[in-house]
């Protein structure tokens, strides 16, 4: 009675050894040039912005002539870029977990003014006074960590807040008062190291802008090829996914909030050198522009996807049209117009990448 | 007599007011695809949260091999050797097959790289999950490194069981495989299931769908009100018998009558 009920039950099941095998197939030549492209974008995220890089460096090539397309022009960009794009890669790292962390600039300026003030006017020796730096970065990171994971705030609200924090910390600290360069000369020259350079023809290339680019290296490197990295781009995917698969959520994101922070305060070094001295007002868009070169750079805001270069090239990108329209004479409130466009464009293009079907 | 594999004896679990155990039993033998069924509401959930180590119960033991066992979180019932895998098949829609198989358990470079660096070693990934893949018959998966969300339902589902098949579990749970499925798919899986058991591995499969369980499975325990009410034989019962003791329209000793 129930060997013939399971059979019978599965009577409409026999049909199926003569079922047509074959699977809904496109060609490639119906999916037509724009889901081509598409489909390539999936994969390589990061195209978008390179190629966006290199057609605005021809771009402005051609309109501005000479004086853009100059190596001294070209590496005065990658100074310009420098900080925002160290920024930015602590950004990123934060925005492929789906998170956001607004007080990157905040933490930067804080450190700073910390390590100018203990180095320049307390005396303390300027390797330690920048290792207080670093571990104070790490503390700021941890507690935005500890907000978002343990009282389960949103990391934008947590880092809104703790962005006022550390703003007014800072303007305590240093009674809104800057560091003068010629102090930091006489008293604590290493904190200025990032600034220092050196010329291959006319070519100017400072410290700074090689630490920025062995951040990205570095970063590149641990995101793609270590278990942790994996893990970050998991946890920004599908947070409920990789808890389920094993992963220790929580902790590997206090750990990326503490990685950012470490990374802020590595910016905290290298923009004393880039300023010339210690501001508490500078950089108080940092946060925003960070943002900007990270989504220009094709990072997903929705997280899990994208390449941490990508920020790298987002923040070229910003510099390169800043500077070009700035050296074609366009007036600036239309380089601020070209990049609000380019992120609505960029996200624009995210969107419709992340459509893409099988 | 084989002793069970994986025993329950007493679980209860409570969640304010509400008792979602109550003093449930369990039994798994070895090699056996047990299939769980139940209504709504009646605890199955929590009977498989409680043996994969999503929850802890509240009192009541577990032995995995004769070894009582007690976890805090899945992490540890998974090393232990209890693989679930969930009905959101938790799987990382825009990571690789393999990136997905590995997480966790990643494999690294040997020498230098791998010691100190952390290096991943992805060759050795992708060769171990394309092997177990075509073990399984998936290879139809051509490319290893396409991402999830490029795969059919079915497919994504044969990745997930293949992560729970391959790094040499005890006992593989199965919450719904098929409730998502075409016909063709659920026909896969459900062989994929068998394919599992062939190789020696008991599978605990949840499902709401008869005709599936009463296909695969060697025994049929069915949870009634936060315990289970009685275990029967999918040769000696009809479905229909099985559906009115699972809904209390329906004693056991009825049946064993």
């Known amino acids: 009675m129930a060997d013939q009920n399971s059979t019978s039950d599965r009577d409409f099941e026999s049909v ?81 977990t789906a998170g956001i962390d607004l007080s990157v600039a905040a933490i930067m300026v804080l450190m700073s003014v910390i390590s100018g003030k203990l180095a320049v ?40 807040g703790t962005w006022n924090i550390f703003f007014a910390l800072n303007l305590w600290l240093s009674g809104a008062q800057s560091i003068r360069g010629q102090d930091i000369d006489a008293t604590a020259p290493l904190l200025k190291f990032f600034g220092l350079s050196f010329t291959i023809g006319s070519a100017r290339v400072t410290y700074g802008v090689l630490l920025m680019i062995v951040i990205f290296v ?3 490197y641990v995101l793609n090829k270590t278990a942790w990295g994996r893990h970050v781009y998991m946890i920004g995917d599908d947070k409920e996914a990789a808890e389920l698969a094993g992963i220790r959520t929580d902790r590997t994101l206090r750990q990326v909030y503490m990685l950012a922070g470490f990374i802020c305060a590595l910016a905290a070094w290298a923009s004393i050198g880039r300023v010339g001295s210690i501001s508490p007002q500078s950089f108080y868009e940092g946060n925003l522009e960070s943002i900007t070169a990270v989504v220009i750079g094709g990072i997903s805001l929705f997280g899990g996807r994208g390449s941490i270069m990508g920020a790298l090239f987002g923040a070229l990108i910003v510099g390169v049209f800043q500077s070009g329209l700035r050296l074609a004479g366009v007036d600036v409130l239309w380089q601020v117009f070209a990049i609000g466009w380019l992120i609505i464009i960029a996200v624009a293009v995210d969107q419709w990448i992340r459509k893409v079907s099988a | 007599m084989t002793n069970p594999i994986l025993q329950a004896r007493g679980l209860v679990k409570r969640y304010g007011r509400v008792t979602a155990l109550d003093n449930a039993d369990f039994d798994l033998m070895p090699g056996e695809i047990l299939a769980v069924i139940g209504d709504n509401g009646a605890g199955k959930s929590s009977l498989i949260k409680a043996i994969s180590g999503a929850v802890t119960p509240d009192e009541g033991r577990i032995t995995l091999e004769g070894q009582e066992v007690s976890y805090s979180s899945p992490l540890q019932a998974r090393e232990a050797g209890i693989e679930c895998v969930y009905q959101t098949l938790a799987l990382s ?45 998936l290879m139809t998966i051509q490319n290893i490194n396409q991402a999830v969300e490029t795969l ?98 329906m004693q056991p000793d009825a049946v064993a009558a």
Not at chain 1, 82 to 88: F, K, M, R, T
Not at chain 1, 133 to 150: D, E, R
Not at chain 2, 101 to 122: A, I, N, Q, W
């Open chain 2, 152 to 249: 059919s339902g079915g497919q994504r589902q044969g990745v997930a069981v293949a992560r729970a098949a391959a790094f040499g579990s005890k006992v593989i749970i199965l919450d719904e495989p098929t409730a998502a499925l075409g016909v063709k798919e659920s026909r896969k899986v459900l062989e994929l299931i068998q394919d599992v058991r062939s190789r020696g591995t008991p599978v605990v499969l949840i499902s709401h769908n008869m005709p599936h369980v009463f296909e695969v499975a060697d025994r049929i325990h069915i949870h009634r009100l936060g315990k289970r009410l009685t275990v029967v034989d999918p040769k000696e019962v009809s479905m229909s018998d099985a559906v009115a003791l699972m809904t209390g329209a």
């Open chain 2, 93 to 137: 829609p825009a990571l690789s097959i393999t990136d997905n198989m590995f997480v966790g358990r990643e494999l690294k470079k040997p020498g230098f790289m791998g010691k100190y660096m952390g290096m991943l070693d992805h060759k050795a990934m992708e060769d171990f999950a394309r092997a177990k893949l075509s073990e399984l018959g």
């Open chain 1, 121 to 160: 006017e307390l005396g303390v020796p300027a390797p330690l006074a920048l290792l207080i730096g670093f571990a104070g970065g790490i503390g700021a990171g941890y507690m935005n960590g500890l907000l978002i994971t343990k009282v389960k705030l949103p990391p934008f609200i947590t880092t809104l």
């Open chain 1, 16 to 96: 199926l050894t003569s079922s047509d095998t074959s699977v809904a197939e496109f060609e490639d030549s119906h999916r037509g040039v724009v889901g081509t492209l598409q489909h390539v974008l999936h994969g390589n995220p990061t195209l978008v912005p390179v190629i966006v890089l290199v057609v605005a460096v021809l771009a402005f090539g051609l309109i501005a002539g000479d004086r853009f397309f100059t190596p001294f022009n070209l590496t005065l960009i990658m100074q310009q870029v420098s900080i925002i794009g160290i920024l930015a890669a602590a950004q990123s790292l934060v925005i492929i």
């Open chain 1, 218 to 220: 570095v970063l590149w």
